[in-house]
């Protein structure tokens, strides 16, 4: 099979908040998306997952003529297999989603990787960094994730997941994590810890408070929001700064819903970025939101499809 397809891909977007879906054209256009909450609470099964999903696949694909399955999904994963078991959707355990849409989808190529891996790819593609070299893409929403291009190209890693920049330690000492760990990133800056921390720390009680919420005070000048924002914009900017001595990048792009919040997310971060990267080959490094926003996942799931050539490459 050609590492290139044509027509139009179903891409799926499947994150511990949202799952998103949608029709996606060779130049990387989407023609169509639709998104339904990520159904969740103690009673919620695989099987109510893979019935949400599905539905919204079909109501996503219509009538049109699909080319191919593209899949971005929390990690970890076993790869490229595409048994999944996200941290935040804690139903899935090693639930075997390509085996699954593949059978769904039967005949069609299918190609599932991590989200935040999409968002890499979409980025540089068609995106913020195109043109680039070396990217790191991160998802900073429900969880924080990674994906990166070197030399142009995707790097998977032994096991596929490469580039898992949420769970690089930026406080030995800090809260521990949902992988087992202590102090990662994810735990400091994803957007529930976010919550989780202000409301400790004095801002809105109340089950029914977001990130988005959090945000918005921040905004605002609400002290304690921008106090969480400056924490986590710092844990942010430490990781990136590690990531970028290692990989010598080029450019950092940040979506997700946290990443929405703007400056003060983005202040902080690039305070601990300049402070932390001193080496001349790391202090260049650009950092910024991506070009496509939320739909970012659904492109680079894509092109897993549409620029399998660059992007896809089963061991």
Same mark, same amino acid.
């Given at each position: ?30 023609? *169509? ?18 019935? $949400? #999903?599905? /539905? #919204?696949?079909?109501? @996503? $694909? ?18 490229? !297999? ?14 075997? %989603? ?7 989808y039967a005949g069609l190529p299918v190609r ?13 593609? *068609? ?20 994906? %990166? ?35 990662? #990133? /994810? ?31 921040? *905004? ?28 010598? #990048? ?18 902080? %971060? ?11 080959? $790391? ?11 939320? @739909? ?12 399998? !050539? ?6």
């Open positions: 099979m050609s590492g290139r397809g044509s027509g139009h891909v179903l891409a799926l977007d499947v994150g511990g908040t949202k799952l998103a879906a949608g029709l996606v054209d060779e130049s990387g256009g989407v023609v *169509r998306a639709l998104r339904a909450a990520t159904p969740a609470g103690r009673y919620v099964e695989a099987e109510d997952l893979w019935r $949400a #999903l599905t /539905e #919204l696949l079909d109501a @996503a $694909a219509g009538d049109a003529e699909v080319t191919g399955v593209g899949v971005g999904c929390g990690g970890p994963m076993i790869w490229p !297999d595409g048994e999944v078991s996200p941290l935040n959707i804690p139903a899935w355990r090693r639930f075997p %989603l390509r085996a699954r849409l593949a059978e769904r599932l990787h991590n989200d935040a891996v999409c968002v890499a790819v979409a980025e540089h593609w *068609r995106g913020a960094a195109r043109g680039h070299r070396n990217v790191l893409g991160m998802v900073v929403s429900t969880g924080v994730g990674g994906g %990166l291009i070197l030399d142009d190209r995707l790097v998977n890693g032994s096991s596929g997941n490469a580039g898992h920049v949420g769970h690089v330690t930026v406080d030995p000492d800090g809260p521990p994590c949902a992988c087992g760990g202590r102090g990662c #990133l /994810e735990a400091v800056a994803r957007g529930p810890a976010l919550v989780a921390w202000a409301q400790a720390h004095g801002w809105r009680t109340g089950a029914d408070a977001t990130g988005v919420d959090l945000a918005a005070d921040a *905004r605002r000048g609400d002290p304690t929001a921008l106090r969480a924002f400056h924490r986590a914009g710092t844990a942010l900017g430490t990781a990136i700064a590690s990531v970028t001595h290692v990989c010598d #990048l080029d450019v950092v792009a940040l979506g997700g819903g946290i990443a929405e919040a703007g400056p003060p997310l983005f202040g902080p %971060l690039r305070d601990a970025l300049r402070a932390r990267a001193r080496m001349p080959f $790391a202090a260049r490094v650009q950092v910024g939101r991506t070009a496509f926003g939320a @739909a970012s996942g659904l492109i680079g799931a894509a092109a897993l499809v549409l620029a399998g !050539d660059r992007y896809w490459a089963e061991p």
